[in-house]
């Protein structure tokens, strides 16, 4: 609750603080605006003696796609030359190509319409294009038709497909440089899921780390210092006897339970040999092994800390007494049957370039049982199954 009113509290502060336009205050004749020498439809305001364009209308016009953040009123243009635009409606900042600029003026709100003074145009995509005669105002924006060209249209094409992050547009773009021939879906596809760098060179802080389809790798990292919540402690019946405390979510625990009992039924036995783990625990594992392995065998095996599914208290690693896990019945059985209990094999064999982790017939993972039969069924990896059903950008 509290969250939810600090948001509140938020987007009513970014709204207000937008300066608006009082109608008597507004030129509403100003410039007239053409692109290319095509009239652009609506005017420019102006205002304070300065000239202020419709955002939208105007990027638009020249090739560009224009998307908002609701929560912090952030817009993003991406261009036609492969630009980055950021800037927050109501602020004398714009972000191009990852500089920072401090405009003169901030934009302003009039009728519901964000306008952005001409200076950022100028001191983004248009320093040499903008020509004046009279109250005519003429923007002229060539679009070239090179291969590169080509490919940015191609990327700008699929920006209002589900999936799309518009904050990952240079990465779709350099990506599609290096595989032409991939197509536009795989390339999308392939840069969600981070493979387009290496593993732990870039990372996403995760927004929604209590939720139960929460993605936790290589390429997306817990928030610092986060501990689940609701966690139970696993009865020695489902655990290895070796005095030490188990936990897991209550959720995993319940359906770990039905899933074990269901493997004795069938005169089957295994027990969790490892569950949730602090951020200091995977913190000290993971040096650990770095001391005595070295780097390539640490990060093949162990997640680092933030990393590691086991601080959500939703994965387990599963034992039994037979000798190695792979070759027994029930990880025979667990391949037939996890999915109906809601577990996933999440380090499958023949996968380890997408989930980053050697092959670990031992780890499981809970997602609920409608994504474990779908992972099951298309034999994907969880990376896999979140850019096509889960993950979207909060631009829009």
């Not at 070239?144 to 904050?167: A, H, M, R, T």
């Not at 980053?356 to 992972?375: C, F, L, M, N, Q």
Request: proline letters at 4%; charged letters at 25%; hydrophobic letters at 35%.
């Amino acid at each position: 609750m509290k969250r939810l009113l600090s948001l509140i509290v938020l987007c009513f502060v970014l709204l207000t603080s937008v300066p608006t336009f009082a109608s008597e205050d507004v030129n509403a004749q100003g410039y007239s605006v053409a692109f290319n020498g095509a009239d652009v439809n609506g005017e420019t305001l102006s205002y304070n003696d300065t000239l202020y364009l419709p955002f939208r209308k105007v990027f638009e016009k020249m090739g560009a796609q224009i998307f908002y953040r609701s929560r912090d009123g952030q817009i993003l243009a991406l261009s036609r030359d492969g630009d980055v635009i950021y800037h927050y409606a109501g602020s004398n900042k714009v972000v191009f190509n990852g500089v920072e600029k401090v405009l003169e003026k901030p934009s302003v709100l009039h009728n519901d319409v964000t306008y952005i003074p001409l200076e950022l145009l100028e001191e983004t995509l248009y320093p040499d294009g903008i020509v004046y005669d009279n109250q005519k105002m003429n923007i002229q924006k060539y679009l070239f038709n090179s291969d590169y060209n080509k490919i940015i249209q191609d990327v700008l094409d699929c920006s209002k497909n589900k999936g799309f992050y518009p904050e990952r547009f240079t990465r779709y773009i350099n990506y599609h440089v290096k595989k032409p021939d991939c197509s536009m879906q795989d390339v999308i596809d392939t840069v969600n899921m981070g493979l387009d760098i290496p593993f732990y060179e870039s990372f996403d802080i995760i927004v929604n780390p209590y939720d139960l389809t929460v993605l936790v790798n290589k390429c997306n990292k817990l928030p610092e210092g986060f501990e689940q919540a609701g966690l139970v402690e696993v009865d020695r019946a489902y655990r290895s006897n070796d005095g030490k405390q188990y936990l897991l979510t209550s959720i995993a625990y319940e359906n770990y339970k039905k899933m074990a009992n269901a493997a004795k039924a069938q005169g089957l036995s295994m027990y969790i040999v490892s569950a949730y783990r602090t951020e200091n625990y995977q913190r000290n594992l993971y040096n650990n092994r770095l001391a005595t392995t070295g780097r390539i065998n640490a990060d093949n095996y162990t997640a680092r800390p933030g990393h590691s599914e086991h601080q959500t208290g939703l994965a387990v690693d599963i034992g039994n007494t037979k000798g190695i896990f792979e070759y027994t019945p029930e990880f025979k059985w667990l391949q037939a049957h996890a999915h109906e209990y809601g577990f996933i094999l999440r380090y499958p064999k023949g996968k380890e370039w997408i989930t980053g982790y050697s092959y670990e017939p031992w780890h499981y993972r809970y997602v609920g049982t409608d994504v474990a039969k779908v992972i099951w069924e298309q034999g994907i990896t969880y990376e896999e199954y979140y850019v096509k059903y889960v993950g979207e950008s909060e631009f829009k």
